[in-house]
T-cell receptor
């Protein structure tokens, strides 16, 4: 079975530009979460979606937005890019939100570099 | 405010030795404590997890020890192997609004020398 897939693998953008990152969850998983991982640190939670509804939001500015589609895939959008947005963006999927269905499976991430 | 503190930042162990990574948390509402393993260029992978109703959980060479009163938990890797060389993250979470959202530690870079 395919795991969580993310595209693109790498991305270079200029300050002020907009970026869209994409994630396809494991088949059957209905929840997708997004994380930002800065070099040398642990992942920081950005958003969580379940059944196309936002179920959690981390401490990130409004420049960050996301959505989940009927097929449970998801997009993360970042506007007005700053140098500090350079990071590995991780997507994780799970069957559900809690209990035995909570376990999250991470994708390989998208490496975003802002110059 | 760093809610989950992880130490050490880096660890070098000889093959066959025991690797020990420690984490401490502040929020007493946390009730799910997973450990993740991350290799370069890959996303984190769940290694083992524990809930506070048990003090220890073992899966193969990996053991979590949990001390609820001290608000600390640790990962022990027995008979460490070069293939265990990776970055390890502890995390803690609790149900909020019906979902679990983990707070991660800063990670420990483990190198196992052959």
């Amino acid at each position: 079975d395919a795991g969580v897939t993310q595209s693109p693998t790498h991305l270079i953008k200029t300050r002020g530009q907009h970026v869209t990152l994409r994630c396809s969850p494991i088949s059957g998983h209905k929840s997708v979460s997004w994380y930002q991982q800065v070099l040398g640190q642990g992942p920081q939670f950005i958003f969580q979606y379940y059944e196309k509804e936002e179920r959690g939001r981390g401490n990130f500015p409004d420049r960050f937005s996301a959505r989940q589609f009927p097929n449970y895939s998801s997009e993360l959008n970042v506007n007005a890019l700053l140098l500090g947005d350079s990071a590995l963006y991780l997507c994780a999927s799970s069957l559900g939100l809690a209990g035995g269905s909570y376990e999250q499976y991470f994708g390989p991430g998208t490496r975003l570099t802002v110059t | 405010q760093q809610q989950v503190k992880q130490s050490p930042q880096s660890l070098i162990v000889q093959k066959g030795g025991i690797s020990i990574i420690n984490c401490a948390y502040e929020n007493t509402a946390f009730d799910y404590f997973p450990w993740y393993q991350q290799f370069p260029g890959k996303g984190p992978a769940l290694l083992i997890a524990i809930r506070p109703d048990v003090s220890e959980k073992k899966e193969g060479r990996f053991t979590i020890s949990f001390n609820k009163s001290a608000k600390q938990f640790s990962l022990h890797i027995m008979d460490s192997q070069p293939g265990d060389s990776a970055t390890y993250f502890c995390a803690a979470s609790h149900a909020s609004g019906g979902s679990y959202i983990p707070t991660f530690g800063r990670g420990t870079s483990l190198i196992v020398h052959p």
